[in-house]
């Protein structure tokens, strides 16, 4: 039986350690939302030329590449500018991770994880055929957030309160894995849905 499963979580739960558990461990192609959206905006595909035409020459480096940081400071200060970005760059994101996913199964994986973060605010689950929310409370994710992308509180926030509530996600999900405590205790977490969905 083939299994599609959508993994989703938010801004430092730790998704992409649960993302590693799934190709190191068992062996299950990951294809990675995060990875197609920087691939989608690279110089000559057609999304990073809508993303010129509406956000401006100021959004490039010198050496023509999109800059990241530039955009997300317009984006996460202003929702009309994030939906203008998302209606660009997510039905690209779509369609790639679409054409990887049917790849690999042609290749013969049975089980193929779509890591994508937005998964339930864009309505995407109807590409997966199980859901799983890492989760990690608000205060562990805040600190994890600062730590790693050196933000301030406020940037932090700003950034945490562009997505979906994690509790809102957990209500929504098939299966969750609690990703406050040690990476040991996700793996057991992570095993035990495998198993009860009889992936592995």
């Known amino acids: 039986m083939i299994m599609i499963i959508g993994l989703t979580g938010n801004i430092a739960t730790g998704k992409s350690t649960i993302s590693a558990m799934?190709?190191?461990?068992?062996?299950?192609?990951?294809?990675d939302a995060d990875i197609v959206s920087r691939q989608v905006v690279e110089p000559g595909e057609t999304a990073y030329?809508?993303?010129i035409e509406t956000f401006g020459e100021e959004v490039i480096q010198e050496d023509q590449t999109i800059n990241r940081k530039k955009l997300g400071e317009i984006i996460f200060q202003d929702d009309r500018a994030r939906q203008k970005l998302n209606a660009i760059v997510h039905p690209a994101v779509r369609t790639r991770m679409e054409k990887e996913k049917n790849d690999q199964l042609e290749a013969g994986a049975t089980s193929?994880?779509?890591?994508?973060?937005?998964?339930?605010?864009?309505?995407?689950?109807?590409?997966?055929?199980?859901?799983?929310?890492?989760?990690?409370?608000?205060?562990?994710?805040?600190?994890?957030?600062?730590?790693?992308?050196q933000l301030t509180e406020k940037e932090a926030r700003n950034r945490m309160n562009s997505q979906m509530n994690i509790k809102e996600k957990v209500r929504k999900a098939d299966a969750v894995i609690d990703n406050n405590g040690t990476v040991e205790h996700s793996a057991d977490q992570l095993k035990d849905i495998l198993n009860r969905w009889e992936i592995v």
């Not at 799934?22 to 294809?31: G, L, S």
């Not at 937005?118 to 890492?134: A, C, G, H, P, S």
């Not at 409370?137 to 600062?146: G, H, N, P, S, V």
């Open 22 to 31: 799934f190709k190191n461990t068992y062996h299950i192609p990951v294809i």
């Open 49 to 51: 030329q809508q993303i």
């Open 112 to 149: 193929v994880v779509l890591d994508i973060p937005l998964l339930f605010e864009n309505n995407l689950t109807y590409l997966v055929d199980r859901t799983i929310v890492v989760y990690a409370d608000e205060k562990t994710q805040l600190e994890r957030l600062i730590d790693r992308n």
